[in-house]
């Protein structure tokens, strides 16, 4: 139970994904002891499940695995992106007439923004499709007011620094430009808290609408503001491909700004790392010839000098040496 075997998940997520409570009241569930699998309590973390073949039960009762499920809704504006709203506004979970299957969103999208959303229960594609080490891109609409110019488009591209950090670099299309009017599909590969709004804010301008067009192949090509639709297994399938290619080109434009270096064969670059110590070896003075050391006495320091120039009382003059007075003593 301590090992984390292919096919096995933890089994505070399970207990979670299965609707029993949420992982951290799952967690406390484990440890009290009221956990089974196979007949065994099991009352330490971490411990891994087999969803599909171990028996799991909590105070007796059987816990079966939840199927994955994923949606594809075309959010309205004014619509929440959460499973809770303290201000009691419309949620995009309220849409969805009909499901029984607890899910969640699939990033960020913010409140005046319409357009492509995905749902799911499937917590390891959520996090394929916003963790920034895949960077899958999802592509907006962005009417804004007023003309952009250039410079501030280079801006956007390069990324902007914020409290949090900085946004990634994007992809910027303008699709329409005129005095009053300037309308974009902006490529993000972060789900980074209203990023978008943000940056155009910071260069002065303002948005008229923002609309999630495409993620992948996927769109909202036919469907009306409001409706839902479940996704086909090839699309799903297709998601996580994407975020796989996504993943694998991050790393290819990573290793290309790493410094490179000339490859040699291996007895020619053993000899180049030995070369510069031994050089050093050789230009390093001997023992004998360091200042110092033998054959060189270092010169002595000035008696009765003091800091800042003052000159000691020599000895005799007040009192005499030891010498002296022991003479006298004698005497």
Request: proline content about 6%; aromatic content about 4%; some cysteine.
């Given at each position: 139970?301590?090992?984390?075997?292919?096919?096995?998940?933890?089994?505070?997520?399970?207990?979670?994904?299965?609707?029993?409570?949420?992982?951290?009241?799952?967690?406390?569930?484990?440890?009290?002891?009221?956990?089974?699998?196979?007949?065994?309590?099991?009352?330490?973390?971490?411990?891994?499940?087999?969803?599909?073949?171990d028996d799991v039960r909590v105070d007796g009762d059987r816990v079966r695995a939840v199927p994955k499920v994923y949606y594809l809704i075309d959010k309205p504006k004014g619509t929440v992106v959460s499973n809770y709203d303290p201000a009691g506004r419309k949620k995009v979970g309220d849409l969805l007439t009909g499901v029984?299957?607890?899910?969640?969103?699939?990033?960020?999208?913010?409140?005046?923004?319409?357009?492509?959303?995905?749902?799911?229960?499937?917590?390891?594609?959520?996090?394929?499709?916003?963790?920034?080490k895949y960077g899958v891109e999802k592509i907006f609409r962005v009417e804004v007011k007023g003309e952009v110019r250039p410079d501030d488009l280079v801006r956007i591209r390069k990324g902007m620094w914020f409290s949090e950090g900085r946004t990634s670099s994007t992809h910027i299309n303008v699709t329409y430009s005129a005095r009053d009017m300037t309308v974009m599909e902006i490529s993000?590969?972060?789900?980074?808290?209203?990023?978008?709004?943000?940056?155009?804010?910071?260069?002065?301008?303002?948005?008229?609408?923002?609309?999630?067009?495409?993620?992948?192949?996927?769109?909202?090509?036919?469907?009306?503001?409001?409706?839902?639709?479940?996704?086909?297994?090839?699309?799903?399938?297709?998601?996580?491909?994407?975020?796989?290619?996504?993943?694998?080109?991050?790393?290819?434009?990573?290793?290309?700004?790493?410094?490179?270096?000339?490859?040699?064969?291996?007895?020619?670059?053993?000899?180049?790392?030995?070369?510069?110590?031994?050089?050093?070896?050789?230009?390093?003075?001997?023992?004998?010839?360091?200042?110092?050391?033998?054959?060189e006495r270092r010169p002595r320091k000035a008696a009765g000098i003091r800091k800042g120039g003052v000159s000691k009382p020599e000895k005799g003059r007040a009192g005499g040496s030891a010498g002296d007075r022991r003479g006298s003593r004698e005497r």
């Open positions: 139970m301590s090992e984390h075997a292919a096919g096995k998940i933890r089994l505070q997520k399970f207990l979670s994904e299965a609707g029993v409570a949420a992982r951290r009241v799952a967690e406390d569930l484990v440890l009290e002891g009221r956990v089974q699998v196979n007949g065994q309590v099991v009352d330490g973390l971490p411990a891994f499940v087999d969803p599909e073949e029984e299957a607890r899910v969640f969103p699939i990033g960020r999208m913010e409140v005046d923004a319409d357009g492509l959303l995905l749902l799911t229960n499937d917590g390891e594609l959520a996090e394929k499709l916003t963790h920034p993000m590969r972060e789900s980074r808290h209203r990023a978008i709004p943000r940056m155009l804010a910071r260069l002065g301008y303002k948005i008229r609408k923002l609309t999630c067009i495409r993620i992948g192949k996927l769109t909202t090509k036919g469907m009306q503001s409001g409706q839902f639709r479940p996704l086909a297994r090839d699309e799903v399938k297709h998601l996580y491909n994407l975020a796989e290619k996504s993943r694998t080109a991050m790393e290819a434009q990573a290793a290309e700004r790493r410094p490179r270096r000339a490859s040699l064969p291996p007895k020619e670059a053993a000899e180049q790392r030995s070369r510069p110590s031994r050089e050093a070896a050789e230009q390093r003075p001997r023992r004998e010839d360091r200042p110092g050391k033998q054959g």
